[in-house]
């Protein structure tokens, strides 16, 4: 499907129907959701220790299944950036499924060419840039911190909230990126400038 069939799709959806609807989908409060590269799947993760996954189809939401597995809870997860027959989750626990690690992991992202898997346990939120040449890190002091990549080398520190940084994403084209805060405000980047070009304080 192409991207603006998806989109259009997408946009009947909500069309049709604007009135909230709930989905059962864990016992406990849900700590990460995600869309798949395709827009197709949905997934969750919960303080209950699972990671559920829902289907659009058509004009509806469906759920597909329930995967359990961890110790402890998931507290995020995200697709594979190209396909959407891969997913990856982040626990508090000290052992996941595949990868042992030495601390309480907290967060998780795919590089954007999908070789590489970053997860993080005293930061709060990591990410490539679109051209997987530069690693971006959010911590409790307001900052965001660039790291040159393969080598992890510090080229920059932003001070980009006088509170907890807590969150940062791309936009798909890769112009700008955008940060969430404690201070309840989203700042809005220019990458290429590294200036915010704009503060977000009502979200509706």
Known sequence: MAPGDYLNEMKRYFENNSRTKDFIAHTAKVHSVAWSCDGRRLASGSFDRTVSIFVLE??????????????????QLCWHPSSSNFLV???????????????????????????????GNKVNEISWNNTND?????????????????DLKLQQTLHAHPANCI???????????ATGSADALVSLWDLDELVCVRTFSRLE
Do not use: M, Q
């Not at 530069?134 to 990549?149: A, E, K, M, Q, W």
């Not at 969150?167 to 990126?177: A, E, S």
């Open 58 to 75: 058509k004009d509806r939401l469906t759920k597909e299944t329930n995967h359990k597995g961890h110790g402890e809870s998931v507290d």
């Open 89 to 119: 989750t982040a626990s508090a626990s000290k052992c996941v499924s595949v990868v042992n690690t030495k601390g309480e992991n907290i967060n998780i992202c795919w590089s954007p060419d999908g070789n590489t898997i970053a997860v």
């Open 134 to 150: 530069l690693f971006f890190l959010t911590n409790g002091h307001g900052c965001i911190n660039i790291l040159s990549y393969p």
């Open 167 to 177: 969150c940062i994403k791309f936009d798909p084209k890769g112009r700008y990126f």
